[in-house]
């Protein structure tokens, strides 16, 4: 790219978070935030926001990492990082690509809203449902939290309460088993709502398994947690439904562009929880890659207090 750059700035962020997930309740989220300095002047931020759960590198080592750079940075250099850190991949490039400038993010950007795990749904939903929603609205409500005999009965009340022509994303995070998958498959076929599942987020560990069901669904199945690298996005190259892409952990962004721009699946866009400027850095460089509701939060995660 002709220029050299400096790291100008690498700053440690903590906050408090209030996730629960099929992996139990998330507290805090940790991350990087980073400035790269141009010869010319232009400053660009990036973010490291690692989930070592979805394969990543842990923040230790993300640090290790941005330790060991040179003080003057190529675009090169960069690019040396290994694919073992794809989160740092993805800061360091982000905040060269931002320090060239980035596009300016359309103002009607659809958003997919995350409703509480468990029964906190039902009350939520009223809310959500009033919050500004697009047509059409869709949801996301996390699974594999609880028994399934409970998730039954709040999820047939959970139809009920969603808006005419509104979408539901269900996220297990790989934690059904087959029976489960196959039970909760069986039960949207018969009462007749396997349309308003959007999909079914990674119910399984095994894509393997999960791809034998998938052929034959009468819900899309998308592959989330197995994919969360570049190179596992290639080994899965032609799965039968959506793909969830988290931008933040899948390694530098100009690879992922090259590499989405020839899938043919539907590209669902995922936060991997950053803060909400990393969350504009993410979306500037990739919103123009999926036309489905994005799985991201317009107002943050968390409260960024200092
Ligand atoms: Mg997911």
Redesign the pocket.
């Known amino acids: 790219m002709g220029l050299d750059a400096e790291l100008v700035d690498l700053a440690p962020y903590r906050y408090p978070l209030n996730l629960q997930t099929a992996h139990g309740l998330w507290t805090h989220r940790e991350g990087l935030r980073l400035s790269l300095r141009l010869d010319d002047g232009r400053e660009g931020y990036g973010e490291i926001a690692p989930i070592p759960w979805f394969g990543t590198e842990t923040l230790e080592v993300a640090i290790a990492i941005c330790g060991q750079l040179p003080r003057r940075l190529t675009w090169d250099t960069i690019h040396c990082v290994p694919n073992t850190c794809p989160a740092t991949q993805f800061g360091l490039e982000a905040a060269w690509l931002a320090a060239l400038g980035l596009p300016d993010l359309p103002l009607t950007l659809r958003y997919s809203q995350l409703l509480p795990a468990g029964a906190a749904a039902l009350t939520a939903m009223p809310n959500a449902s009033l919050n500004g929603s697009p047509n059409p609205a869709t949801f996301k409500w996390k699974i594999g939290v609880y028994p399934w005999s409970d998730e039954q009965v709040w999820l047939a009340e959970l139809l009920h309460q969603l808006p005419d022509s509104a979408r539901l994303r269900l996220?297990a995070?790989a934690s059904l088993s087959r029976d489960t998958l196959l039970t909760l498959l069986d039960w949207l076929d018969q009462s007749g709502q396997a349309h308003t599942i959007e999909f079914i987020?990674?119910p399984l560990a095994d894509p393997a398994q999960m791809l034998a069901i998938a052929q034959a669904a009468p819900v899309a199945i998308a592959i989330?947690?197995s994919i969360s690298t570049l190179a596992s996005l290639e080994r899965w190259r032609d799965w039968p439904g959506p793909l969830?892409i988290k931008p933040a952990i899948t390694g530098f962004p100009s690879h992922l562009r090259q590499r989405l721009q020839t899938c043919h699946q539907p590209i669902i866009l995922?936060s991997a929880l950053e803060t909400r400027r990393g969350q504009r850095l993410v979306l500037a460089l990739t919103h123009d890659l999926s036309e489905r509701a994005l799985g991201f939060a317009p107002q943050g995660w968390f409260r960024e207090t200092a």
Request: charged content about 50%; hydrophobic content about 10%.
């Open positions: 996220d995070n987020e990674q989330d947690e969830v995922s």
